[in-house]
């Protein structure tokens, strides 16, 4: 962005020119640009290394860890089972197929994307969704949504308490 000085005097004013009434003038403040570059600065020399300019760091999230992946699975399961079976009637004797299909794409994202907060995806959710209506299992968008709940509620929180306690 080229800075520019510019020094803008009091609007002129002008004799008003004979025109006709349909025709009518309109005048704006007019501005004069002095100088429009200081001689002290070269664009060159300004620009071309501007103060505190770095490239950006790329943060990498760290690797998922399989013991947390296994540990946050097995209570992802237990919860989901509590909150689904609330809801017999939409579920019967699916549940227990409808909570498989939940907690195993939970814990294959789990095992190769989570990498602690801010990588929660919402891929996995949708393809739980997808997978339950495929096989045809009842409830499909309410164990995605449910199991979407949960994952916002509790991951990022276990996974920053699990790295607490195996960093003592």
Same mark, same amino acid.
């Given at each position: 962005?080229?800075?520019?000085?510019?020094? @803008?005097?009091?609007?002129?004013?002008?004799?008003?020119?004979? &025109?006709? %009434? &349909?025709?009518?003038?309109?005048?704006? #403040?007019? @501005?004069?640009?002095?100088?429009?570059?200081?001689?002290?600065? $070269?664009? $060159?020399? &300004?620009?071309? #290394?501007?103060?505190?300019?770095?490239?950006?760091?790329?943060? /990498?999230?760290?690797?998922?860890?399989?013991?947390?992946?296994?540990?946050?699975?097995?209570? %992802?399961?237990?919860?989901? %089972?509590?909150?689904?079976?609330?809801?017999?009637? /939409?579920?019967?004797?699916?549940?227990? #197929?409808?909570?498989?299909? @939940?907690?195993?794409?939970?814990?294959?994202?789990?095992?190769?994307?989570?990498?602690?907060?801010? /990588?929660?995806?919402?891929?996995? %959710?949708?393809?739980?969704?997808?997978?339950?209506?495929?096989?045809?299992?009842?409830?499909?968008?309410?164990? +995605?949504?449910?199991?979407?709940?949960? +994952?916002?509620?509790?991951?990022?929180?276990?996974?920053?308490?699990?790295?607490? #306690? $195996?960093?003592?």
């Amino acid at each position: 962005m080229a800075l520019l000085y510019i020094s @803008c005097i009091q609007p002129l004013t002008i004799p008003p020119a004979k &025109t006709s %009434f &349909t025709a009518k003038l309109i005048l704006r #403040n007019p @501005c004069v640009i002095l100088n429009p570059r200081p001689p002290s600065l $070269s664009f $060159s020399k &300004t620009f071309a #290394n501007p103060l505190g300019a770095s490239s950006p760091q790329k943060y /990498t999230y760290p690797d998922p860890i399989p013991d947390f992946a296994e540990a946050e699975t097995q209570k %992802f399961r237990a919860e989901l %089972f509590k909150k689904l079976s609330k809801d017999k009637e /939409t579920f019967g004797d699916d549940l227990d #197929n409808v909570v498989d299909v @939940c907690a195993e794409i939970f814990n294959d994202f789990l095992h190769k994307e989570y990498g602690g907060p801010g /990588t929660l995806l919402v891929e996995p %959710f949708t393809d739980i969704l997808v997978v339950l209506k495929d096989r045809k299992l009842p409830g499909a968008p309410l164990a +995605a949504r449910t199991s979407l709940l949960w +994952a916002q509620s509790y991951v990022d929180q276990d996974w920053e308490i699990w790295n607490s #306690n $195996s960093s003592k």
